[in-house]
């Protein structure tokens, strides 16, 4: 998935899996830029008694580069806090939760917002309200207006929420880990079968978000708001992360978990599928852990990807021409560690320097679309993937039609993508999103959506 | 007790989530620390340790040579855990928000023969 259990480590430590990262200009605040970022990925609905929730010990951060070294320019910074009103009961929630300050929500969690520029921190908000997961129309009725109590106004035009949301991503999971499966496709597959309509995974689980939306002013390195999509001031890096304590230990004495040490980061997340399709399973935890700059340690894995091997294996007499591609694949480089430069499409670039970074880059000087396009860049629309990533971007589509050659001819004019490339997709089909913050869906009821 | 050289190194992580946190007091040695860990536990040759109420610049005291002693029980509470990897005698203590290493073969020398002690506190 797009970084959904992507790891062996961090799939045993959701609170600290950074899921989902987006980035775009806000269509109804277009002076804005809207950063959400998931966490604690594929929550069955009905998850209780504990419910899902963030980590107190963990550090979620949202960094921006915007000087071109894949850098830390700018990094917002969120912590939280839980109380238990009623320690004596087992329950999660004592009676009907009506609004976020109810004695009856038995986890409350609060956070605050802090922002480090230039190695200098400011603390944003505090004392922020998470609203509690959807458990049901008893526990958690009106659940829409009571989340929507937890938005809240920043400081110099900003705004921010922090809870559960539905999750927004699709992909048919239980296709794509099947030996690289593609449903509709799955006929021309090695070992075939009828070809079938593909199944969001993801359409019934929900995800915890956090969503900032704050000015473009306060996101670009000298403060202005680019109009010129050539300037290279315009594209900023995104990248998100999660960070733990670097000693987490069970005190018997003190029947509890005790924590020590710095920060460790546990996962980050730019690209889409970057750790989870692109880094060798070796290496996949030290990915994580590690920083945006030095990703040219894991260029191999971009520019001779194994998926672009396995497809013309999967799918024999398929792929012919990626088959015979010999050549490292600039293509996806462009796309995913360094941005487009200047030239390869015309009158687009999000270019963010020589140095070679997962980063998600926003041209921010690309003003919103008036008929996003899904395939984003691909499908002739330069507000989305990869000019950031809105939630209705089909990046599925768009990373498998380019690794299977798809984007090649933009900086190799001698291949010819094989016809399939423009059409392979896992047919799977996206969850209708809200058109205005926080821009992801009210969340599954667990009594709606109870285990299977 | 003499001080054998220690070579420190702190690594601090920004932007620090803990900054608002109140600095941990100056002034523990590394007396204190072997005194702690005597009282603990360990694995053999990879150990992790905690000491309660221990939260001082344990290596900050050490390489400036400072011998004055604290009582652990007169420090502020709080976790520190040592780490030290096989075969090696570089000591990683962790505190706070702090990460501090020390390279100094007799304590590692001693916290492993702490830890090859059988399990029990004594």
Redesign the interface.
């Known amino acids: 998935m797009s970084s959904h259990r992507e790891a062996p480590e961090v799939s045993k430590d959701p609170v600290a899996d950074s899921t989902d990262l987006y980035a775009f200009v806000t269509p109804d605040r277009p002076d804005t830029v809207t950063i959400i970022a998931n966490y604690v990925p594929l929550q069955d609905p009905a998850g209780g008694p504990n419910f899902f929730e963030f980590g107190d010990e963990v550090r979620y951060d949202i960094h921006i580069s915007n000087r071109g070294e894949a850098e830390a320019d700018i990094t917002y910074s969120f912590t939280f806090t839980t109380e238990v009103p009623n320690p004596d009961s087992f329950l999660y929630i004592t009676g009907p939760v009506t609004s976020l300050d109810s004695p009856s929500y038995n986890r409350p969690q609060r956070y605050s917002v802090s922002r480090t520029a230039r190695r200098r921190r400011r603390v944003l908000a505090e004392g922020l309200r998470v609203p509690p997961c959807n458990v049901g129309p008893r526990s958690t009725p009106d659940y829409a207006d009571l989340a929507a109590s937890a938005a809240y106004d920043l400081p110099g035009g900003g705004r921010v929420f922090a809870g559960q949301r539905a999750d927004a991503f699709w992909v048919d999971l239980g296709s794509v880990f099947d030996l690289g499966t593609l449903r509709p496709f799955q006929n021309l597959h090695l070992i075939p079968s009828a070809a079938m309509a593909g199944i969001n995974t993801l359409s019934k689980v929900n995800v915890h978000s956090i969503v900032l939306q704050v000015p473009i002013a306060d996101l670009t390195a000298d403060g202005r708001v680019p109009t010129d999509v050539m300037d290279l001031d315009s594209t900023i890096g995104i990248w998100t992360a999660a960070n733990r304590p670097r000693v987490r230990l069970w005190d018997s004495r003190r029947e509890r978990l005790v924590f020590s040490g710095p920060q460790q980061q546990a996962s980050r997340l730019g690209n889409p599928l970057f750790n989870e399709v692109l880094v060798p399973m070796s290496r996949k935890d030290a990915w994580n852990a590690s920083q945006p700059n030095g990703d040219s340690a894991y260029a191999a894995g971009v520019l001779r990807p194994e998926l672009a091997g396995l497809l013309p294996a999967l799918y024999p007499g398929v792929f012919p021409n990626l088959a015979a591609y010999t050549k490292d694949r600039a293509d996806l480089a462009a796309i995913l560690l360094t941005g487009i430069p200047e030239g390869v499409v015309p009158g687009f670039q999000n270019y963010t320097g020589p140095v070679q970074a997962d980063m998600l880059r926003l041209n921010v000087a690309v003003p919103p679309a008036t008929d996003p396009q899904p395939l984003g860049l691909v499908g002739g629309d330069p507000a989305g993937f990869p000019t950031g990533r809105r939630v209705g971007d089909d990046v599925v589509t768009v990373e498998l039609r380019a690794i299977a050659g798809a984007t090649l001819p933009l900086v190799d004019p001698t291949f010819t993508p094989d016809g399939a490339a423009s059409l392979v997709t896992d047919g799977s089909s996206p969850t209708a999103t809200p058109d205005e913050f926080p821009y992801l869906a009210t969340p599954y009821s667990g009594y709606d959506v109870p285990s299977a | 007790m003499s001080m054998p050289s220690s070579q420190e190194r702190t690594?601090?992580?920004?932007?620090?989530?803990d900054?608002?946190r109140p600095p941990a007091p100056p002034g523990a040695s590394r007396r204190v620390f072997l005194a702690g860990t005597g009282a603990i536990a360990l694995g053999a040759t990879a150990a992790?340790t905690?000491i309660?109420g221990l939260t001082a610049h344990v290596a900050r005291t050490a390489a400036s040579g400072g011998t004055e002693g604290v009582a652990v029980t007169q420090l502020e509470a709080?976790?520190?855990?040592a780490?030290i990897r096989p075969g090696e005698s570089e000591i990683t203590i962790?505190?706070?928000?702090?990460?501090v290493v020390i390279d100094d073969p007799a304590l590692a020398r001693a916290i492993a023969r702490a830890g090859t002690r059988q399990a029990g506190t004594r």
């Open positions: 690594t601090t992580d920004l932007p620090s989530a900054a608002d992790a905690t309660d709080g976790t520190l855990v780490y962790m505190t706070g928000d702090r990460e």
